[in-house]
């Protein structure tokens, strides 16, 4: 079965860090662009990162850039979002999600064609 799966959510403090991961089953990820996403309770999914397949080229949302960095390690198969100085509007599901892309990434959702069930990110004190 083809999956990806998110690990490494949780509840954590304003100022605090997260380090999500998304992991693949079934396949290997290292041909692939990941893009991770979010959804708050009432609100629209937003693009927060994403990577290219080499893992030299990556794009944040405004929102994020400076305090979140995605990487991958292509040994493991996994893909990851540090995410640091968190506050509470950062409070959502995190998704990642892939597509097989030859250049760059897209923070577009529906460029993406393989989701994870996602994972709750908890930002409160």
């Known amino acids: 079965q083809l999956r990806l799966v998110e690990s490494g959510g949780g509840l954590v403090q304003p100022g605090g860090s997260l380090r999500l991961s998304c992991a693949s089953s079934?396949?290997?990820?290292?041909?692939?662009?990941v893009g991770w996403f979010r959804q708050a309770p009432g609100k629209e999914r937003e693009g927060v990162s994403c990577i290219n397949r080499r893992g030299d080229i990556t794009e944040y949302a405004a929102s994020v850039k400076g305090r979140f960095t995605m990487s991958r390690d292509s040994a493991k198969s996994t893909v990851y979002l540090q995410m640091n100085s968190l506050n509470p509007e950062d409070t959502a599901v995190y998704y990642c999600?892939?597509?097989?892309?030859?250049?760059?990434?897209?923070?577009?959702?529906?460029?993406?064609?393989?989701w994870g069930q996602g994972t709750q990110v908890t930002v409160s004190s």
């Open positions: 999600a892939a597509v097989q892309r030859w250049y760059g990434c897209t923070l577009g959702a529906g460029q993406y064609d393989r």
């Open positions: 079934g396949f290997t990820l290292n041909s692939y662009a």
